[in-house]
C-alpha cells in the first residue's frame, strides 16, 4: 500500500531532551516535507527536501533540523525541544515536481513539557 | 503576501443536502490548488487536485471547481452523509516545487 508513515504517532517529552520524529514513504517520490499544524495558525511548512541530501527551510524552521540521506526517509530533528514546539506535526511528499499532489502522513502529535 | 480563507468555518447540514464549501485566494498566480479532508486527530486526505489551466475536478460526489482571475474555488459535495463529517482544508502552490499555502479550514458535521 502506497503510504507516508511516521513514528511515533504521539510524543510527551520533556525540555532539552533531544528527539526524532521519522517519517518514510514508499512511493519513490521525490519532495518531502514537514508542516506544523496550531490551531489558529493552521499549516505551516517547517523544512522540505527536493531530493537526496537537497534541503531547505520553510516558513518556520527555528528549532528543527532534517535530513535526507535516503529518499524515502525524511527524519525531523529537535536538539533542543521548547514548549513553543507542542504541535501536530505533519510528514508530506509529492509523486514528482511537476505534478506535486501531496500526501501526507498520519501525524505526529508533541507535546513539550 | 498569499493568504488562503475558507468560508464558512463551520457547518452543520442534515444527511442528503447538496453543500458547496469556499476557498479564496489573495494572489491568482497559482500553479495548482488541492482540496484536503482532516479526520479529528488524524492526517491529511488528498481528495482533489486542480491544476491552474483546469477549471474543475470530479470525484465521485465531489466536484471542485477553480476561477484563478477572482481568487476562488468551490467544492461541491452531492448528497452528503454523515462519513463525510470532517475538516476541509484547500491549499494553493506557487509552483510545483513550492510549500503549499493552507486555508483556515471549515469544519462540517452532517447529522441523520
Known amino acids: 500500500e502506497a503510504q507516508v508513515t511516521q513514528n511515533p504517532r504521539y510524543l510527551i517529552t520533556v525540555t532539552g531532551k533531544k528527539l526524532t520524529v521519522t517519517c518514510s514513504q514508499n512511493?519513490?517520490?521525490?519532495?518531502m516535507s514537514w508542516y506544523r499544524q496550531d490551531p489558529g495558525l493552521g499549516l505551516r511548512q517547517i523544512y522540505y527536501?527536493?531530493?537526496?541530501?537537497?534541503?531547505d527551510k520553510g516558513d518556520v524552521p527555528e528549532g528543527y533540523k532534517v535530513s535526507r540521506k535516503e529518499k524515502r526517509n525524511f527524519p525531523l530533528i529537535l536538539e533542543s525541544p521548547s514548549p513553543n514546539q507542542t504541535s501536530l506535526y505533519f510528514c508530506?511528499?509529492?509523486?514528482?515536481?511537476?505534478?506535486?499532489?501531496?500526501?501526507f502522513g498520519p501525524g505526529t502529535r508533541l507535546t513539550v513539557l | 503576501k498569499q493568504e488562503v480563507t475558507q468560508i464558512p468555518a463551520a457547518l452543520s447540514v442534515p444527511e442528503g443536502e447538496n453543500l458547496v464549501l469556499n476557498c479564496s485566494f489573495t494572489?491568482?498566480?497559482?500553479?495548482?490548488l488541492q482540496w484536503f479532508r482532516q479526520d479529528p486527530g488524524k492526517g491529511l486526505t488528498s481528495l482533489l487536485l486542480?491544476?491552474?489551466?483546469?477549471r474543475e475536478q470530479t470525484s465521485g460526489r465531489l466536484n471542485a471547481s477553480l476561477d484563478k482571475s477572482s481568487g476562488r474555488s468551490t467544492l461541491y459535495i452531492a448528497a452528503s452523509q454523515p462519513g463525510d463529517s470532517a475538516t476541509y482544508l484547500c491549499?494553493?502552490?506557487?509552483?510545483?516545487?513550492?510549500?503549499?499555502?493552507f486555508g483556515t479550514g471549515t469544519r462540517l458535521q452532517v447529522f441523520p
Open positions: 508530506a511528499s509529492s509523486l514528482d515536481r511537476g505534478y506535486n499532489e501531496q500526501f
Open positions: 512511493m519513490n517520490h521525490e519532495y
Open positions: 527536501s527536493m531530493n537526496v541530501e537537497v534541503t
Open positions: 494572489d491568482s498566480a497559482i500553479y495548482n
Open positions: 486542480i491544476q491552474s489551466s483546469q
Open positions: 491549499a494553493v502552490s506557487r509552483s510545483n516545487t513550492d510549500k503549499l499555502i
